[in-house]
């Protein structure tokens, strides 16, 4: 009775789909913030409305779902990891929605024809979140190294987003657009709504086409990073597929709402940022010791509130330049300098090692020796960091010191 849970799930998000793709081009017009946050907030309460129906599932075991050894958790706990994984996703796609809404400047395409390439480029995004998925499952269970390999990987993303330019597009760099550029000729100019043309006898790609490509390829790097952070918060195959595609379904809708409003996240992005290093210490620290479920929760939405408030209090961002391609200076669009930004790195990375060596000092684990790693990293930049870390090895000798000469002591006493 299981895969009447699925089958159903799946006839849902079908459904909703028809009417998404019914509503939105109905007629081609450009997409109002005000209609697009109606849709993001029926994507929102459809998803509120459906974690109840998990509560439900898994605390009074609905058509058999905790028989099973991976839906082992109560009703509560399936309900916060569930919210908590769709509140995370939710927020990482706004980092993507930045660099669609740069594809689509590059282009210069219109808003009435932006929700087609949504469309099709979120439902391949959803086909490829279904592969990762299972796979990640697959490997996580196979070994608990993985949830290693899987932390360090979010931790390097999270260093990563602090330096990546979103005014350096450069679509000929990328692998599909060569290969398309390569099959087809390319026309120069947008036939409405149409990917494919016939020009001068021959089938041609239109710019659209190629937008389609670099949001394919942008959701595929968005996924390497964000699935792997959903796994920190749970390992529910069912929570994290559910939650992965409430979130990534209502990212066409909150594109149209967030990209005319850019200019006010400017600190979200730092949010995101230490959402990331978060949930990539979580992960580490899940073979030897899991968060709860609530504080996780409460970790992230304090992380976003911090974020969300230090935008609106501040001064919003000056996008102007992300209009055109054709800009030579856009040095004034970077957050960071490259000093600056390579004191953030390596601010967040050390930071987050000596983090998860002071954690690990309760665990059978080196934690003493991630500590002075992590303060290694941290002294490469940082003055005090080098303070620190002369002070942690001028302790280290003077324990070593008298280890020795206990142990020393230990052997004159025998030899007597």
Known sequence: MVF????????????????????????????????????TGVWVVLALVFNIFVFYLYDYNWFGWTDIPSHDLSGRAAAVQFFAAFLLE??????????????????????????????????????????????????IEWSDWVAYLLGGLLIVSAAKMLVIRHDNLRPDKNIAVRLARRRWPVTNELYGNRFFVNESGLRAATPLFLTLLLVGTSNVIFAIDSIPAVFSVTRDPFLIFTSNIFAVLGL?????????????????????????????????????????????????????????????????????????????DLEELLFLTYREARRVVILVVGMTVVLLGILMLALPAPGMLTIIIGLTILALEFAWARKWLKSVRTMADRVQDRVRRAFDSGEKKEEK
């Open 90 to 139: 939710k927020s990482l796609s706004v980092d993507n929605i930045f660099i669609i809404a740069m594809v689509f400047a590059y282009f210069r395409i219109p808003l009435s024809e932006q929700h087609r390439v949504l469309f099709w480029g979120i439902l391949g995004a959803v086909a490829l979140r279904g592969v990762m998925i299972a796979s990640g499952v697959a490997l």
């Open 252 to 328: 066409r809708s909150l594109y149209f709402a967030v990209a005319g409003m850019m200019h006010k996240f400017r600190f979200l992005k730092m949010s995101l940022v230490f959402l990331l290093a978060f949930a990539g210490v979580q992960m580490m620290l899940s073979v030897h010791y899991a968060i709860p479920s609530f504080v996780s929760l409460a970790i992230i939405c304090g992380i976003l509130g911090v974020g969300i408030l230090a935008s609106a209090f501040s001064a919003p961002l000056d996008t102007a330049k992300l209009v055109s391609p054709l800009v030579d």
């Open 4 to 39: 009447v849970v699925w089958i159903g799930f799946f006839v849902f998000v079908l459904m909703m789909v028809v009417i998404d793709l019914g509503v939105f081009p109905r007629k081609r017009h450009s997409i109002s913030i005000q209609e697009s946050l109606a849709w």
